[in-house]
């Protein structure tokens, strides 16, 4: 792959080897602690008129579903979030400078929820029964970069992100495998004394050995304040604590954003999205092309945000 020069930003070489070797790279800084909470107590408000969200039918509530897929093409927080240099400089220094977003996503545990189960994505067909992202054969590479930002302090008892380091290049789960949408499974599993759910599905449908177990001695926690980010690969094995409720934490919000060379495919041949019980058209979707130029021309391409913002505005 043709990488770019260095930037701003840039990984270091001994960063860029950590993501190599272990699938993940951070935690970072992005914005001040007290900055991100301000913003965040704001923009919470701003997301819940939907005016402009360009997913609108079918959406039906729950903690995690279609309905807070990509509000990042029409809130101007989340629109000029995704192209921050320090997010896109480190990207393109592993994958080059021309970088697409195509997918954003909120993940909110409340005190007393479960953690995310182990997962591991790569062509994201998982729950919708059709590939979501595919990369050209010739690549050997598959999956999504994914940038998780933590809006709030996230710490092991408030259900922060957990990763099998170097698990990136093994798929153990086969995402053709079927699984079914069944909200009532959310409480069922326990993992080493702990809850962990996966949105309404069990993930252990799709293990290509359904005697395989993820190795959590091997699993490390990433604690993260409020306005740090992390970049980990989807094909990594990773999951998330409990929130446990306790001293008072508040809710933990991970905003998760997805990136991909802009050669990739996104959505091919699909009109619409089936997950989490329902199903949106991709009418008025596109990807953002967040550095460099778009190399897909079977993509679709979002220019200006809902609210008519160029996304050119917040790219560097
Ligand atoms: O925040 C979580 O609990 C899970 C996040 C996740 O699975 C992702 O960002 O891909
Ligand atoms: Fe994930």
Not at 11 to 26: A, F, I
Not at 79 to 102: D, F, M, Y
Not at 264 to 275: R, S
Not at 289 to 316: C, I, Q, W
């Amino acid at each position: 792959m043709n990488l770019s020069k260095t930037k701003e930003f840039s990984l270091t070489d001994k960063e860029l080897k950590h993501l190599r070797d272990y699938g993940y790279v951070g935690p970072f800084d992005l914005y001040e602690s007290d900055e991100i909470k301000a913003i965040w107590r704001r923009e919470r408000i701003r997301l819940l008129d939907r005016t402009n969200a360009i997913y609108k039918e079918n959406t039906i509530s729950g903690s995690t579903n279609i309905a807070n897929y990509d509000r990042h093409l029409d809130n101007e927080f989340l629109a000029k979030h995704i192209c921050l240099p320090q997010i896109t400089h480190r990207l393109s220094s592993l994958v080059g400078e021309n970088l697409t977003c195509w997918r954003s996503e909120f993940f909110p545990k409340y005190p007393g929820d479960a953690g995310t189960d182990w997962h591991q994505a790569d062509t994201f067909e998982n729950a919708g029964g059709k590939p979501q992202l595919v990369w050209p054969d010739s690549s050997g590479f598959g999956g999504t970069l994914s940038v998780w930002t933590a809006f709030s302090d996230t710490d092991r008892n408030s259900a922060c992100l957990q990763f099998i380091p170097g698990t990136h290049e093994e798929m153990f789960y086969d995402e053709h495998k079927a699984m079914e949408y069944n909200p009532e499974l959310n409480d069922k599993l326990e993992r080493n004394g702990e809850r962990k759910s996966f949105f309404g599905y069990d993930y252990r449908n799709l293990q290509k050995d359904s005697d395989w177990e993820p190795d959590e001695s091997k699993a490390v926690s990433i604690e993260m304040k409020a306005g740090q980010f992390v970049i980990f690969w989807s094909t990594l094995m990773h999951a998330s604590h409990a929130h446990k409720g306790l001293d008072n934490q508040p809710m933990r919000m991970g905003y998760s954003v997805r990136y991909v060379p802009s050669f990739v495919d996104v959505y091919p041949n699909l009109e619409e999205i089936t997950q989490f019980g329902g199903s949106i058209s991709l009418e008025n979707y596109g990807t953002v092309v967040v550095s460099g130029e778009n190399l897909n021309s079977k993509n679709k391409v979002a220019t200006h945000t809902m609210g008519g913002t160029p996304f050119s505005d917040y790219r560097e």
